[in-house]
C-alpha cells in the first residue's frame, strides 16, 4: 500500500500535551490540604486551562489533513492567487512539512521550489518529513529544503521568479519587527517576479497597519500588490472564524 504524505499539524503535539500535563498537576495540588483561597485560584486556574486545551483540541482537530481538507483550501488559496507563469524558481519561506511547496510543484510541472525553515522544537516538522513528502509526492526531483532562518536568506538578490509563504512570518522569533522577514523575502524576489503571501497580517501590533505595510512594500520594490481576506474567500467553521478574521493574503508582482 502508498505511504499516506505526513504534513503534520498547525497546533502543536508537545502544546496540547503540556496543557494536559499542567492542568494534571494542578488538579493534584488543589488536593493537598492548603488554604482554601489557594485551592480556589487552582481550581479556576485548572478550568481556565481546561477551556483553552478544548479550543487547542478543536483546532487541532480542524487542522488534521484529510479532515474535509479545511488545510488544502488554505494551501490551495495561496497557488491559485500567485500571478505566475510557472516558469523558474519559487522559494516557499517557512515551509514546515513542505506541502505548500509541493502544492506548487504539482501545479507547476516546470518549476523549481526550494523549501526553507528554521524547523524549531515547537512543530514536529522537520527537512527528511519535506523529503519524504516531495517523494510520497512524486515531485522530488524538483523541490529541495534547506534549514535556514527567514530572517536572513542564504541566496543572492533577485534569485526567484516566485515568493510564497503561509502563515510564517508572524513566527519569526528573531526579531520583534516581524516586517523584516517580509522585507529578506523580497530581496531574494526578481524585479517582475510574483508573490503570494498569507498571514496573519492584520494584526497591528505584529505588523502594523495594511496601508503602512502596504507601502514598505512599495518601498521594497513592489510595483504591484492586492489583498484579500481569507475568511471570505474559504468557508471556516464558525468557531475558527474570529481567530482567522485577522488573516490575509497578499498577492502581485514585484
Ligand atoms: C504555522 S507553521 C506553517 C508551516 C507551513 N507554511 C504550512 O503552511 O503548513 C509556521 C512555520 O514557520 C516556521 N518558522 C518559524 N520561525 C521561522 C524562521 N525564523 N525561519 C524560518 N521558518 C520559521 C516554523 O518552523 C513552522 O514550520
Known amino acids: 500500500m502508498d505511504e499516506p504524505v505526513d504534513y503534520g499539524n498547525w497546533v502543536p503535539k508537545n ?37 483553552a486545551c478544548c479550543y487547542l483540541f478543536l483546532l487541532y482537530y480542524h487542522f488534521t489533513v ?4 479545511l488545510q488544502y483550501k488554505i494551501w490551495d488559496f495561496v497557488v491559485q492567487k500567485l500571478p505566475w507563469n510557472g516558469k523558474g524558481k519559487v522559494l516557499d519561506v517557512g515551509t514546515g512539512a513542505g506541502a505548500l511547496a509541493i502544492r506548487v510543484a504539482k501545479h507547476y510541472p516546470h518549476s523549481k521550489i526550494y ?10 516538522y522537520s527537512k527528511r518529513m519535506c523529503e519524504k513528502n516531495a517523494e510520497i509526492e512524486g515531485v522530488s526531483s524538483r523541490t529541495s529544503f534547506q534549514k535556514t532562518s527567514a530572517r536572513k536568506l542564504p541566496f543572492n538578490d533577485e534569485e526567484f521568479d516566485a515568493i510564497v509563504s503561509n502563515f510564517v512570518f508572524h513566527e519569526v522569533r528573531n ?4 516586517t523584516k522577514a517580509i522585507k529578506e523575502a523580497f530581496r531574494v524576489l526578481k524585479k517582475g517576479g510574483s508573490f503570494a503571501l498569507q498571514d496573519i497580517f492584520k494584526k497591528k501590533r ?23 481576506y481569507i475568511i471570505d474567500e474559504i468557508e471556516f467553521p464558525k468557531i475558527l472564524r474570529a481567530e482567522f478574521s485577522s488573516a490575509i493574503l497578499f498577492y502581485g508582482i514585484k
Open 15 to 51: 502544546l496540547l500535551y503540556s496543557a494536559i500535563v499542567l492542568i494534571i498537576i494542578l488538579i493534584i495540588f488543589s488536593l493537598f490540604p492548603l488554604l482554601l483561597i489557594l485551592r480556589i485560584i487552582l481550581w479556576v486556574l485548572s478550568v481556565v486551562l481546561l477551556f
Open 115 to 124: 523549501g526553507i525553515d528554521s524547523w524549531g522544537k515547537m512543530w514536529n
Open 206 to 228: 505584529k505588523f502594523g497597519t495594511i496601508e503602512t505595510l502596504i507601502s514598505n512594500f512599495k518601498k521594497w520594490g513592489v510595483e504591484e500588490v492586492n489583498y484579500e
Open 66 to 69: 484529510n479532515n474535509k481538507e
Open 175 to 178: 526579531t520583534k519587527d516581524k
